[in-house]
Structures are given as structure tokens and as C-alpha cells.
T-cell receptor, first 117, second 112 residues
Framework: DTEVTQTPKHLVMGMTNKKSLKCEQH?????MYWYKQKAKKPPELMFV???????INESVPSRFSPECPNSSLLNLHLHALQPEDSALYLC????????????????FGPGTRLTVL | LAKTTQPISMDSYEGQEVNITCSHN???????ITWYQQFPSQGPRFIIQ???TKVTNEVASLFIPADRKSSTLSLPRVSLSDTAVYYC?????????????FGTGTRLLVSP
């Protein structure tokens, strides 16, 4: 199984709502990532988890709260978002071991298309 | 992290070979070069990676000159389904993960 799944595929929320995005992988990967991608722009890294610990936070506003409950699951909790946060949110995973560089190929999920009204 | 520069867009026809060049003048000694492909509304997909000289897999070839300040992704005999955005990334390993910084990418359009 070389798949990263993301739910939901689409999400519409108001600025006062609380919602969560979910990402799951069963490849035994120990590094997981959240990216944000606006239309016709490249993906931008938000967070990196390595062995279930937050390793990188790219100065993301606190209205985005990541969580890694176990090695297979990554969540992104959303609260009080702004319309400009509307984007495609991508999750990725990689092996996470300091070995051959190829083990760190990142596998991306299909993304969640988020619209904030 | 080394900054990359790629052409914004390229056009080709089915059956042709496409070469996309990426410039990375500030590449560090321990940096690898990686290319990803992205279709609309999908996550990027790994294509190929290399450190120096030439790397080939079933999908593409990657040519890296001795000074490593640039690299060229070669797609042999493209088809309509190769229409996508291609990203060149440069970076090294961190402990247990890799931080990817995507550049603007090259939008490839393959026509019949």
C-alpha cells in the first residue's frame, strides 16, 4: 500500500467554525507533512512531524493546529480561519530514516480543497 | 536551501522529447536534486532524483553536469498525459525527514 489518504476531499466552513482535516498512511513512514497550495502556486510547507514529534512549524498562524496521534495518522485542526486560508491542503509522508536518500521520497495525498466563507 | 529557477512554461507535441532545465547556482555539497510532477487538483508525485552525472528510470532521465549548478529533466516521447507542472527541488537530508521548498515549477503542455 503506497497510498496517502486524506479526508474530506472538500470542505466548506465559516470563519467561526472548527473543523479538522485528516491524513492517513500505512506505509510505516515516520515523517509526515502538511502543505498548503493556493491556485496556480507551488505547495508551501506548513508543518513536519518526525516520529510523531513536531519538527518544523513554518511560522504558521495558530488558527492551524497540527496533531500526530500515532505514526499513521496526521490531523490538522482548523479554527477561526480567514477567507484567504482557502486553498488545497496536502498531506505527505516519507520513510523518515537517515539512510539512502531515496527513502525520503515524499508520497503525497490527493489533498483537501478548503473553502472559507 | 538553494533557490531554483525554471522556465515558467513549455509547449510540446506528442511523441517528442522534452527537456526541462533547472538552475540552482547555490547548491550545497550535500544537496540532492529532485523532480516532482503535479496534475491539477492532485498532490505532487516523485519522478526522479540524483546527485551527479546521469540518472535514468522508467519515466525520465536526469542530467547533472559536473558543477551541479543546473540539471535537466528529460521526458522521452511525451504523451498528452504528461501535461502537468514539473517542479525542480534542491535540498539535503535532515534527521529523519526532508524539507522540500517548491519553486514556481514549469507548466508543460503537450498537444496532439
Amino acid at each position: 500500500d503506497t497510498e496517502v489518504t486524506q479526508t474530506p476531499k472538500h470542505l466548506v466552513m465559516g470563519m467561526t467554525n472548527k473543523k479538522s482535516l485528516k491524513c492517513e498512511q500505512h506505509m510505516g513512514h515516520r515523517a509526515m507533512y502538511w502543505y498548503k497550495q493556493k491556485a496556480k502556486k507551488p505547495p508551501e510547507l506548513m508543518f513536519v512531524y518526525s516520529y510523531e514529534k513536531l519538527s518544523i512549524n513554518e511560522s504558521v498562524p495558530s488558527r492551524f493546529s497540527p496533531e500526530c496521534p500515532n505514526s499513521s495518522l496526521l490531523n490538522l485542526h482548523l479554527h477561526a480561519l480567514q477567507p484567504e486560508d482557502s486553498a488545497l491542503y496536502l498531506c505527505a509522508s516519507s520513510h523518515g530514516a537517515m539512510r539512502d536518500f531515496s527513502y525520503n521520497e515524499q508520497f503525497f495525498g490527493p489533498g483537501t480543497r478548503l473553502t472559507v466563507l | 536551501l538553494a533557490k531554483t529557477t525554471q522556465p515558467i512554461s513549455m509547449d510540446s507535441y506528442e511523441g517528442q522529447e522534452v527537456n526541462i532545465t533547472c538552475s540552482h547556482n547555490n547548491i550545497a555539497t550535500n544537496d540532492y536534486i529532485t523532480w516532482y510532477q503535479q496534475f491539477p487538483s492532485q498532490g505532487p508525485r516523485f519522478i526522479i532524483q540524483g546527485y551527479k552525472t546521469k540518472v535514468t528510470n522508467e519515466v525520465a532521465s536526469l542530467f547533472i553536469p559536473a558543477d551541479r549548478k543546473s540539471s535537466t529533466l528529460s521526458l522521452p516521447r511525451v504523451s498528452l498525459s504528461d501535461t502537468a507542472v514539473y517542479y525542480c527541488l534542491v535540498g539535503g537530508l535532515n534527521t529523519g525527514f526532508q524539507k522540500l521548498v517548491f519553486g514556481t515549477g514549469t507548466r508543460l503542455l503537450v498537444s496532439p
